[in-house]
């Protein structure tokens, strides 16, 4: 999605790959079907959440996410008939950057109700493969952090030493 984007703001300064208005309308629908499987795996957390408050947050962001994805339908439609309008195309952009930024917003949401606690959802169910990644990258977070702690390396304030070019696992990559 942010590839896409990028090719969307390149549009606007009349580069990239994005030559004519229909692909830079097609991006913008192509970002809000992608989102929607975003969407439904932040909506799964939220049902399996215990802790209640991350359920709350979880399900607010996905009713953003919503609105968000239908305001950018209206753009789009109406970005697809306004040709050589420069503001309705800076405006279809803005909003998909709202868009990406709450999904992304989503996401370290759902690792925060990872953390928390997930309860175990029934096999074969919509949301058995949504907490076996979760339960997955928690195992990897974990491992990660124990890794980060086991460094005996420390600086001359005794302060330990973590990598720069370890990198704390993120839901945002899988999902």
Do not use: W
């Given at each position: ?79 697809s008939v306004t040709l050589g309008c420069k503001a309705s195309d800076e405006i279809l952009v803005k909003n998909t950057q709202n868009l ?36 997955q990258w928690k195992r990897n977070l974990e491992i990660h952090r124990a890794q980060q702690t086991s460094n005996p390396k420390t600086d ?20």
């Open positions: 999605m942010a590839d896409t984007l990028y090719n969307m703001t390149q549009y606007l300064r009349n580069r990239g790959p994005l030559l004519n208005k229909e692909a830079f309308v097609c991006a913008a629908k192509d970002v809000m079907s992608k989102c929607q499987s975003v969407t439904n795996f932040i909506q799964v957390i939220a049902n399996h959440c215990l802790d209640a408050q991350c359920a709350l947050e979880l399900s607010l962001i996905v009713e953003q996410i919503l609105t968000i994805t239908n305001q950018l339908s209206i753009l789009s439609s109406v970005s990406l930024h709450t999904v992304l917003k989503g996401v370290h949401a759902a690792e925060t109700a990872c953390i928390t606690g997930l309860k175990q959802p029934e096999p074969n169910s919509d949301g058995a493969e949504a907490t076996a990644l979760c339960f001359e304030l005794g302060l330990r030493k973590i990598s720069l070019h370890s990198v704390a696992p993120s839901l945002a990559s899988p999902v």
